[in-house]
């Protein structure tokens, strides 16, 4: 069975970093895109980052354009994403998500989804 666990979250101060882990494991599918979504409560899920299989298609939303870095380790099976510059509206529970066909910025083309961990951020 496919199974992404994430790890890296918790609570920080308005300014600090986290760096997220997702590491996937159980897959039949040679190659796979990557995205990081997260929802606060009350708000629909958003869609932070996506990167393709070899990196060279990346996305960010807006909001955390210039402050996050999604970025992959293949060998590893791990896709980690640096967050700096961190906001008290970055409080969510972040996911990470796998899609087989390889890159997308829709969330209903992802197949896979890890259990959420939560990142507060307090001002």
């Known amino acids: 069975q496919v199974q992404l666990v994430e790890s890296g979250g918790g609570s920080v101060q308005a300014g600090g970093s986290l760096r997220l882990s997702c590491a996937v494991s159980g897959r039949t599918f040679s190659t796979y895109g990557v995205g990081w979504f997260r929802q606060a409560p009350g708000k629909e899920r958003e869609l932070l980052s996506a990167i393709s299989w070899s990196g060279d298609i990346i996305y960010y939303t807006n909001s955390v354009k210039g402050r996050f870095t999604i970025s992959r380790n293949n060998a590893k099976d791990t896709v980690y994403l640096q967050m700096n510059s961190l906001k008290p509206e970055d409080t969510a529970v972040y996911f990470c998500?796998?899609?087989?066909?390889?890159?997308?910025?829709?969330?209903?083309?992802?197949?896979?989804w890890g259990q959420g961990t939560q990142v507060t951020v307090s001002s």
């Open positions: 998500a796998v899609t087989k066909i390889g890159y997308s910025v829709s969330r209903h083309s992802y197949d896979y």
